[in-house]
């Protein structure tokens, strides 16, 4: 099982950026999505396709269709530069598989 | 607020052992519905799952790594380790432990250290 993502994505401050995750795994499992600034560790954005934990901006938001999650970040800031990456399980739910990570320019 | 950190050699030498222990505080590490997990990140690459343990020690691993990795726990310390055995040039990477929480049959990351290199060279 592979969970793919495209390698980057450019958007302009105040614009909305989609970061798209596909698999096989995810038309039958949930999906997860984290951010990760430079030198630091990933934090959890998104669980559960689409549900915010406490503390995460609005804009952020999660979907999913078929076999592909989607990441929303609505009016784009600068400081939501980072890489981003999808979550998830295989479908007998013994080992868990990330994306290869978008890297998010704002422009 | 849980927290996470790891601790271990930075260095290792080719064909030994590497070894990592991730200490919790602010929670309970032998409570039911979270996974404890170790994940790494090559040098400018992405996140790389190695595996996770229950506090029960049912263990779960990546397939890839399976032949060489050991995650325990120590739940009287509110620790868990990680072993990987015949290590390369190619485990060289940063090493995070991190909290599963089981939602819906499924294991997002809420909680993770901050990271440590370690790195394999003789």
């Known amino acids: 099982y592979e969970l793919t993502q495209p390698p980057s994505v450019s958007v302009s401050p105040g614009q909305t950026a989609r970061i798209t995750c596909s698999g096989e795994?995810?038309?039958?499992?949930?999906g997860h999505w984290y951010q990760q600034k430079p030198g630091q560790a990933p934090v959890l954005l998104i669980y559960?396709?689409?549900e915010r934990p406490s503390g995460i901006p609005e804009r952020f938001s999660g979907s999913s269709s078929g076999a592909t999650l989607t990441l929303t970040i609505s009016g784009v800031q600068a400081e939501d530069e980072a890489d981003y990456y999808c979550q998830s399980a295989d479908t007998t739910n013994t080992y868990e598989l990330f994306g290869g990570g978008t890297k998010l320019t704002v422009l | 607020q849980v927290q996470l950190q790891e601790s271990g050699p930075g260095l290792v030498k080719p064909s030994q052992t590497l070894s990592l222990t991730c200490t919790v505080s602010g929670g309970s590490i032998d409570s039911g519905g979270y996974y404890w997990s170790w994940i790494r990140q090559h040098p400018g690459k992405g996140l790389e799952w190695i595996g996770y343990?229950?506090?029960?020690?049912?263990?779960y691993y990546n397939p890839s790594l399976k032949s060489r990795v050991t995650i325990s726990v120590d739940t009287s310390k509110k620790q868990f380790s990680l072993r990987l055995r015949s290590v390369t040039a190619a485990d060289t990477a940063v090493y995070y432990c991190?909290?599963?929480?089981?939602?819906?049959?499924?294991?997002?990351?809420?909680?993770w250290g901050q990271g440590t290199l370690v790195t394999v060279s003789s």
């Open positions: 991190a909290r599963g929480a089981v939602v819906a049959a499924t294991v997002p990351f809420d909680y």
């Open positions: 343990i229950y506090y029960s020690g049912s263990t």
């Open positions: 559960k396709d689409s």
């Open positions: 795994t995810l038309s039958v499992k949930y």
